[in-house]
């Protein structure tokens, strides 16, 4: 499936959660009453259903809130926000407090120093590995 297929399926299924049934006319009207932008046409409520298209990022902010709904979950589904949760869990775990303090103040190095550093820490790496 697709990724406006995919959408189109969470749409659907986050206004049936709410109590709307997942109909051009009730997405339109209902949307409409709580975007401050250019209303949308009954066409566009369509083609966000049907897969056909993907609300632009300001117009999926208004559905997501209007249906209560994560705006990253809806765009994306779950298991993205799954697998970031995931990947932060295991950085979490994996670095101490004295190494997120190094790494905070590379961060917060100019981009010369930050150069410097990391062919300083890349070689010390490589001599490791011999």
């Known amino acids: 499936m697709n990724a406006k297929l995919e ?3 969470r749409l659907k299924g986050a206004m049936r959660e709410v109590g709307y049934e997942p109909r051009p006319s009730v997405l339109e009207k209902a949307f409409n009453t709580r975007y401050w932008g250019k209303p949308i046409t009954f066409q566009a409520a369509s083609s966000w259903l049907k897969g056909v298209s993907i609300p632009e990022q300001d117009k999926l902010q208004v559905l997501a809130e ?3 709904i994560d705006p990253h979950i809806l765009r994306f589904g779950g298991q993205i926000s799954r697998n970031i949760a995931k990947r932060k869990k295991r950085w979490d775990e994996a670095v101490s407090g004295t190494e997120r303090e190094v790494l905070e103040v590379f961060v917060n190095l100019p981009a010369a120093q930050k150069k410097v550093a ?3 820490i890349l070689a010390l790496a490589k001599a490791g590995e011999d």
């Open 7 to 9: 959408f189109s399926e």
């Open 66 to 68: 209007w249906l209560k």
């Open 118 to 120: 990391r062919t300083v």
